[in-house]
Every structure is written in C-alpha cells, then in structure tokens.
C-alpha cells in the first residue's frame, strides 16, 4: 500500500476551501493508502511564535475538523508535528541541500512573507530563519515516514516541488535513501471567497467555515456577490460571474435549474442565496454531527491523537536508521560488524 502524508497547520478552524481543495479527498482516499495526517504546530509557530497558546489550542480544534470531516482513525493515524523529533533531527540534515536563494524564490512562501508585514518587515527584511526554511522542514515530514502521495492545495505544489529536489540531491550524495513523492491536487485545487477573490482564505475573512452555523451561512451567503449587472429581481443574469451559483454548483444543488432560471431572470438572488444557505447547511450536517460527537468525547480525541502519534514516530524510527547509516552517523553500528 502506497503511503500518504499531508497535514495542516493548527492556526484556525478548517473553511470550505480546505475540504474542497484536499480534506475531501483525503477522505476518499485514506481507505487505499496508509495515511498519515500531521498536526503541523511546529510550522504553525514559525510565523506564530510569539503565540503558544494559539497554536496549541487549536492542535485539539484541527483534530476534531479532521475526525469531523470523515477522517476515520480506524484507517487514517492523526498524528503532532511536534513530538516525531526525527522529523527535526531530518531537517537539520536536510537544510545543508538548500540554498538561501532556493529558498527566497519558493512563490508560496515569497506570497506569505508578503502578507506578514507586522512580523517580517515591510520588505521581508526581518524574515527568520525558521519561517524561510519550513518547506525545508515540510520535505522532512513527507520523507521522515516515506510519503508517497500528497494531497494538498495547489498553494502547497511549490514545496512538493522543493521536496522533490531535495530527495533528489540527498540520493545524490548519500545514496538511494527517498523516494519522490507526488502531490495529488483534488478537481477543484482552489476555492474562492465570498467576497470572489480567488482564495477562500481566514485573512481576507471571506470563509466559510466546516463549523458554522446555518444563521452564520445564511448571514455569509447573504453578503456573497453575485452579478454586478442584474439590478431588479427579474433581470436575467450571468451565472458564471456570480459567487452563489460557483457555490451551488460545489455542492452540485440543483445546478442546472437554477443556471437556467438565474439566465431568464425567474430566479431572485435573495431567494437564490437563502436556497444555498439551507443546503450549504444540509450538506455540512453528517460533519457538525461528528464534530459533537467528538467534542463530547475529547478523550477518545486524545487517544487518537497518541496513537496516531505513536503510528508516525515508530516509522520515522525506522526511516532514520536507513539515512544514519547512509550518511556515515551510524558509529557504533559499524564498529559491531
Ligand atoms: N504547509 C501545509 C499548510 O500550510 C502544512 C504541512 C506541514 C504539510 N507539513 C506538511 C502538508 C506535509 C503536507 C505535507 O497547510
């Protein structure tokens, strides 16, 4: 069986553009893989040093989104960054394969950077070392545990790419050690935001989140944008530039109905949205069931989440004694034979 590593980092609850663009594949898929999803908190503090609490409090939230959302721990092991130290002691080794310049031209970190004026300066001038070198870190939690498929965002592809180099060059030098792994991207990699921007993301607070409630959608999609020409209630429209519709169809709600009627002008957005609101809600049911399951049951949360970690460490074990002995730090090994 192949072996699937993927993760998030514990910041915040999980939107629909996390599940759409990998969560629910991971679903699908952790029945045929060995699948190991990491808590990613030792990248989440990179940029959130300065907040212990934040990260570690939502260690426990990002599990219950995970269990919510159809992981199932009977096939899947949820497992924390933090404490497979092999995954550490991998970067530090790994970190001597990538330059500075690499590193600076990675466009999903260059994008972040970007973004965190108030910590990295306003040119990235105070960019840490820890922040710049995650995907090098990243490339260690996939190889640690010999990832061979990665289900993530299309916002991930570039450090997939640097995992690949890295192996690569690591192969090179110490010998076939890794295999590359492959990013698997789901059919709809992005999602967009209410607001239309091209990513539904927690800062540009244009999300939808896996744990809202049904007067939270109806308010959401309430402010959502929809075709800036139709004016009256019984103008026809441009479904394809309209965000209620792109939702609809995520969800595949009588998509062709409205599409249609939304084209006459028989369909008036209040009731178009108040329509998607309703079965926005329907839809995330069966997974705000399990999450009040699992939030009544967060010792049982607990357990997964050691036994999922125990799952990971022990194969990290393993994996570190093939890349000691073939980086030459396997001293008292040797001196046995
Ligand atoms: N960078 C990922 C994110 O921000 C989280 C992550 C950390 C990850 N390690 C990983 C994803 C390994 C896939 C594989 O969402």
Known sequence: MKTIITGDRPTGKLHLGHYFGSLKNRVEM???YDTFILIADVQALTDNFENPDKVSNNVRQLALDYLAAGIDPKHSHI?????IPEVAELTIYFSNLVSLGR???????????????????????????????????????ITALDGD?????????????????????????????FKEPEAYLSSTPRIKGLDGNEKMSKSLNNAIYLADSEEEILKKVMS????????????????????????????????????????????????????????????????QERRQYYEQHLD???????????????R???VM?????????????????
């Open 316 to 318: 990290a074990q393993q």
């Open 321 to 337: 004694i093939r890349v000691r002995q073939n980086m030459k730090l396997d001293y008292f090994e040797n001196s046995r034979k």
């Open 149 to 177: 498929v990665v289900p993530v965002g299309d916002d991930q592809l570039p450090h997939i790419e640097q995992t690949r180099e890295i192996v690569r060059k690591f192969n090179h030098i110490y010998g076939k050690t």
């Open 103 to 141: 590193l600076y031209r990675n466009p999903t970190t260059k994008y972040e950077i970007g973004q965190k004026k108030d910590i990295f300066g306003s040119k990235g001038e105070s960019i840490t070392y820890g922040f710049l070198g995650y995907p090098v870190s990243q490339a260690a939690d």
């Open 30 to 32: 952790q029945y045929d």
């Open 224 to 287: 959502a944008v929809t075709d800036p020409q139709k004016i009256k209630k019984d103008d026809p429209a441009n479904p394809d530039v309209c965000m209620v519709y792109y939702y609809h169809k995520l969800i595949d709600n009588n998509v062709e109905s409205i599409c249609r009627e939304c084209k006459k002008g028989l369909r008036g957005c209040v009731a178009c949205k108040k329509e998607l609101a309703h079965a926005l809600s329907e839809y995330l049911k069966p997974i």
């Open 79 to 83: 497992y924390i960054q933090s404490l």
């Open 300 to 314: 049982e949360v607990d357990n997964i989440l050691k036994e999922g970690t125990e799952a990971a460490r022990k």
